[in-house]
């Protein structure tokens, strides 16, 4: 949906410009990075930008398409049909986001692809109806190719409906300035949160599923910015939320310490 506030975000590359032209020839677009390196910012922003109303999907192993496209609902004596969120972007010409689509199950899959080509329809298989999306409806999904590897990966006669987008974790002085925007916090600390994380995201032997996120990042230097002293902050925001591991808690704690 559309918020007063503008979303903070600090451009990388050139995404805003290829998103721009991916919207004006309703083209879909795959989102692809690590987790809390942007995408859902980034959309959140584009959105505002473009004046857009954004309806965002939380995809998880039990998003099926009843959940999706909409399911018929018992009131009183009467059976009414209620159109879940995809349905409702369609129609109205929302941009829609499938947040992390890798995650949905195959089958929820199928359902989007009539809306990826040139056909641009949707099927609602209970109701025998086809629709035919609104001129500015957008499809737009996430998703973490290092996530789960060999698990939950998408098929490339999936994947090839979308156009590419790049998010890595930003370059030093991006994310330093992505910091300092969301908290206010100083340059000093901002360069010292991007120093660690750039030190634990270059050492694989940690072990960790997910490595330090510039989402992370911000957390901790809202924590900071609060009063909270810096070691315990780093420990609350970042370390904990990595690893259960007692030997890596240590290691990435006394990391932390050298830096701060």
């Known amino acids: 949906m ?22 004006e020839n309703t ?10 390196s942007g995408k859902s910012r980034f959309l959140e922003f584009m959105a505002h930008q473009m004046g857009r109303k954004l309806i965002t999907i939380l995809c998880n192993d039990e998003t099926s398409a009843v959940d999706l496209v909409g399911r018929f609902l018992v009131k009183g004596a009467d ?16 941009i829609v986001y499938l947040d992390e689509i890798a995650e949905a199950r195959p089958d929820t899959l ?17 109701k025998n109806e086809e629709i035919i999306a609104h001129p500015n409806f957008l499809l737009v999904a996430s998703y973490n190719p290092g996530y789960q590897k060999g698990f939950k990966e998408l098929k490339p006669s999936t994947k090839q409906r ?7 974790y930003p370059k030093p002085s991006v994310e330093e300035k992505i910091i300092i925007g969301e908290t206010g916090i100083s340059e000093s600390i901002s360069k010292k949160l991007v120093q660690y994380a750039n030190l634990v995201r270059h050492k694989p032997e940690l072990g960790l599923a997910e490595t330090v996120s510039t989402r992370l990042l911000v ?3 809202k924590l900071i910015a609060k009063g909270l002293p810096s070691r315990m902050a780093g420990r609350t925001a970042i370390i904990l939320p990595l690893t259960d591991d007692e030997d890596t808690v240590i290691a990435l704690q006394d990391s932390f310490d050298l830096i701060f």
Do not use: N
């Open 110 to 126: 199928v359902t989007i692809h009539s809306l990826t080509d040139h056909r641009r329809t949707l099927f609602i298989e209970r």
């Open 79 to 94: 059976t009414v049909w209620m159109d879940g969120p995809l349905t409702t972007g369609v129609k109205e010409g929302a």
């Open 27 to 36: 083209l879909p677009l795959l989102l692809k990075g690590p987790t809390g």
């Open 219 to 221: 957390s901790c230097a």
């Open 2 to 23: 559309l918020t007063t506030k503008i979303p903070y975000y600090e451009p990388t590359g050139k995404e805003i410009e290829i998103f721009q032209m991916a919207a």
């Open 162 to 168: 979308f156009l590419g987008m790049d998010f890595p």
